[in-house]
């Protein structure tokens, strides 16, 4: 009825103390969705690279992580030079998922992640009508141990979220400014659309980050608890 096509893949949501199946859209990814992931990373990644990728997508258990790994790469022009799970930026031997290096302009490096701890904590809880109430902190564990120190002025580090919540705009700028602002210094909600919420630390670096993913700003993953 819609003209959209879903395909079922991956593993199901389930609440935590029932084991009872979430059942609802969110199982069955957009069809269009993995057609645009499958050609951005033909287009993008090299043999070697697209080849460990695809046998990632591959596995049933992983197939959604690694499906949103793709997504802020969907309208980054082709003709700027990327790297893909880069080595020798992070902390220790850790890898970090991108590497975007404009000929003219700063360096994006950044961790993608897809949340939905959250999501599941809500279908949880007795009252599933209410304004979300949880803690926007465990959108970020594990990505400032991932990042060194940087000059935000040569490289910009942070993490792009594909989360199934849309998130309280004051407490989610409240956790991102807990992050170490030397290691992260920005943060995007988003997914295949071309429109993202981004928070950084300077407002310059916003709209710089905006060129580069091509994304236009949006409300769309976020609420204000207190109203308009």
């Known amino acids: 009825m ?6 079922e893949f991956g593993n199901f ?21 993995l057609f645009l992931v499958l050609a951005c990373a033909h287009d993008r990644l090299p043999e070697s690279e697209l080849s460990f990728y695809l046998q990632r997508l591959a596995n049933i258990e992983k197939h959604r992580d690694v499906l949103v790994e793709m997504l802020p790469m969907l309208r980054v022009n082709p003709s700027i030079p990327i ?10 031997n850790k890898t970090i998922d991108w590497l975007i290096e404009p000929p003219r302009g700063r360096a994006v490096l950044f961790e993608v992640k897809r949340r939905v701890a959250d999501f599941i904590q809500l279908m949880d809880a007795a009252d599933v009508t209410a304004s979300p109430q949880h803690d926007p902190a465990i959108l970020f564990p594990s990505v ?3 990042f060194l120190p940087t000059n935000p002025d040569v490289t910009l580090q942070g993490v792009w979220i594909a989360t199934e919540i849309a998130q309280e705009s004051t ?34 670096d916003e709209d710089y980050l905006r060129e580069i993913f091509k994304v236009r700003d949006t409300m769309r993953f976020t609420f204000n608890r207190s109203g308009p």
């Open 144 to 146: 400032e141990s991932k």
């Open 83 to 92: 790297a893909y799970e880069m080595k020798g930026r992070g902390q220790g």
């Open 2 to 7: 819609t003209g959209l096509w879903r395909y």
């Open 13 to 33: 949501f389930t609440l935590d103390h029932t084991k009872t199946l979430l059942w609802g859209t969110h199982m069955w990814r957009p069809v269009t969705e």
């Open 171 to 204: 407490e989610l700028r409240q956790a991102f400014d807990n992050l170490d602002p030397q290691k992260v210094h920005f943060a995007m909600l988003g997914d295949a659309k071309d429109d993202a919420f981004i928070i950084a630390r300077r407002s310059a």
